[in-house]
C-alpha cells in the first residue's frame, strides 16, 4: 500500500477528536440524570412515628478516682533460711515448689545436711572429757572417804591420848606416876594431835580435788551442750509451714554463717506489696479496704491495708504499702497485681451498657430527636461502672437513648 495522504491524516486526526468530545458529552449528560426518569416535586409522604419505644435519659454521676498502681503478690512471713556455721552442704532433701512443714507441727522439714565429721569428733572428744571427770571424781570421793575416816580414827585416838596425858599429869603432882612415864604420855598426845591435824589436811585436799574436778566436769557438760547444738545447726530445718520457693546452693556448695541456703514463704498470708506515689498518701489510712486484681488467675480480690512503710524512696518518690489478702491457692508469690486507689470524685454522663450497639470498633446507640424518631449516633465511651457506662463525646446531658 502507498502511503496516505497529508490531507488524509489530518482528516482522520479530527474526526477522532470529535468523538471523544461527543463521548465526553455523553458521560456528563448520564451522570447528571438526563436520561434518568425525574421525579415530579409535591410534598413528601409523612414517615409514621416508631410506637413503644422504650427510652432513657443521659445523665451525669459522681464516680471515685481510682488511681491504678502496679504491685506484687507475696507472702506475708518470707525466710531466707540460712546456716549458723561454715560446712559443706553434704545432701539437700527438699525441692523448689514443695510444701515442707515448721517447728509448730513438731515435725518440721528437714531441707539439708551439712558435713558433720568435725562436729562428731567434738562431741565425741567432749563426751571423753566429761566421762573422765565423772571417773575423777568417784576416785576423789573414794579418797575423802577414806581420809575422812582416818581423821575420824585419828581424832579417837587424840582425844584417848588426851584423856590419858590430863590423867598422868594429876598422878604426877600427887607424886603417884613416875616422870618418864608423864614424859611417855605426852609424846603420844602429842603424836595424837599431830596425826588429827594431817589427816584433817587429808580430808580438806580430797575435799578441793573433789570441787576441781567437779568444775572440770561442769565445763565437760558446757563443752558437750556446745557441741550438741552445733552438731544439730548442721541439720538445716524450715523455720515454719509453707512453700520452699527458691534453692540458693547445691550440694558441695560451702555454706557459711549467714548464707542464704534457702526462701521459704507462707501462702496462708499473701500480701500485695505495691509502690505507691507519694501524693497519694492523703487518700491511704491504715486498715482501709482496697480493691486488689490480679492477672494471672484473672480474678478481683478485697484486701485490707495493713502497712505503710514510714520512709519513701528519693529516687522515685514512692511508699511501700502491704495489703493483706485473703488466702489462696491461686496466689502463688511474684504474681503481678493492680491496686486500686480511691482518691477524689469525678462526675461523668453515663447511659445504660444495654443501650449500645457495636459494630466492629465502634459504639453507635439509638436517639430520639426532636421530632421523636430514633437515629443512629456514634459514641466514644469510657469507663463501665456495673449496668452504666461512661460517655465521652456525641451525647448530651437529658437526651434520650433507645434501649433495646
Not at 281 to 295: A, F, R, S, T
Request: glycine share 6%.
Amino acid at each position: 500500500m502507498g502511503k496516505e495522504s497529508p490531507k488524509i491524516s489530518k482528516r482522520r486526526e479530527v474526526l477522532e477528536g470529535l468523538g471523544v468530545a461527543a463521548l465526553l458529552v455523553l458521560l456528563m449528560l448520564w451522570l447528571s440524570g438526563t436520561f434518568v426518569r425525574k421525579v415530579q416535586p409535591g410534598e413528601a409522604a409523612s414517615r409514621p412515628k416508631p410506637q413503644n419505644l422504650q427510652t432513657v435519659r443521659t445523665e451525669k454521676r459522681i464516680f471515685p478516682v481510682v488511681m491504678e498502681q502496679a504491685g506484687t503478690v507475696r507472702g506475708r512471713y518470707e525466710t531466707r533460711v540460712s546456716s549458723r556455721i561454715m560446712a559443706q552442704v553434704k545432701e539437700i532433701l527438699a525441692r523448689e515448689g514443695s510444701r515442707v512443714q515448721g517447728s509448730e507441727t513438731g515435725r518440721p522439714t528437714l531441707l539439708a545436711r551439712l558435713d558433720d565429721r568435725d562436729l562428731q569428733a567434738r562431741v565425741g572428744q567432749a563426751e571423753s572429757q566429761l566421762a573422765a571427770a565423772e571417773r575423777g571424781i568417784a576416785v576423789a570421793r573414794a579418797k575423802l572417804s577414806s581420809a575422812a575416816a582416818q581423821e575420824d580414827s585419828a581424832r579417837a585416838n587424840a582425844e584417848k591420848a588426851t584423856a590419858d596425858f590430863r590423867r598422868f599429869q594429876v598422878l604426877a603432882r600427887q607424886n603417884a606416876a613416875p616422870r618418864q612415864q608423864l614424859d611417855h604420855m605426852r609424846t603420844q598426845h602429842d603424836s595424837a594431835v599431830a596425826q588429827v591435824r594431817s589427816a584433817s589436811q587429808e580430808v580438806a585436799a580430797a575435799r578441793g580435788e573433789i570441787a576441781r574436778i567437779e568444775a572440770m566436769r561442769d565445763a565437760a557438760r558446757a563443752a558437750l551442750a556446745q557441741a550438741k547444738s552445733v552438731l544439730a545447726d548442721s541439720r538445716i530445718f524450715a523455720p515454719y509451714s509453707g512453700t520452699l520457693i527458691k534453692k540458693l546452693v547445691d550440694e558441695g556448695t560451702m555454706a557459711s554463717p549467714g548464707q542464704p541456703l534457702f526462701i521459704v514463704e507462707t501462702s496462708q498470708e499473701p500480701e500485695l506489696q505495691a509502690n505507691l506515689s507519694e501524693s497519694l498518701l492523703p487518700c491511704l489510712k491504715q486498715g482501709q479496704e482496697l480493691e486488689v486484681e490480679v492477672d494471672a488467675p484473672s480474678r478481683s480480690f478485697t484486701g485490707r491495708l495493713r502497712e505503710i512503710v514510714p520512709q519513701s524512696d528519693p529516687r522515685t518518690r514512692t511508699v511501700l504499702v502491704k495489703v493483706s489478702l485473703p488466702p489462696d491457692q491461686q496466689l502463688v508469690n511474684g504474681l503481678f497485681g493492680r491496686l486500686r486507689v480511691p482518691c477524689g470524685q469525678y462526675s461523668a454522663l453515663t447511659i445504660p451498657a444495654r443501650a449500645v450497639q457495636e459494630t466492629g470498633q465502634l459504639h453507635l446507640v439509638n436517639v430520639v430527636d426532636k421530632e421523636g424518631y430514633p437515629s443512629r449516633r456514634f459514641v466514644i465511651l469510657g469507663q463501665a461502672h456495673d449496668s452504666v457506662v461512661e460517655v465521652l463525646s456525641g451525647l448530651k446531658e437529658n437526651e434520650e437513648v433507645v434501649l433495646p
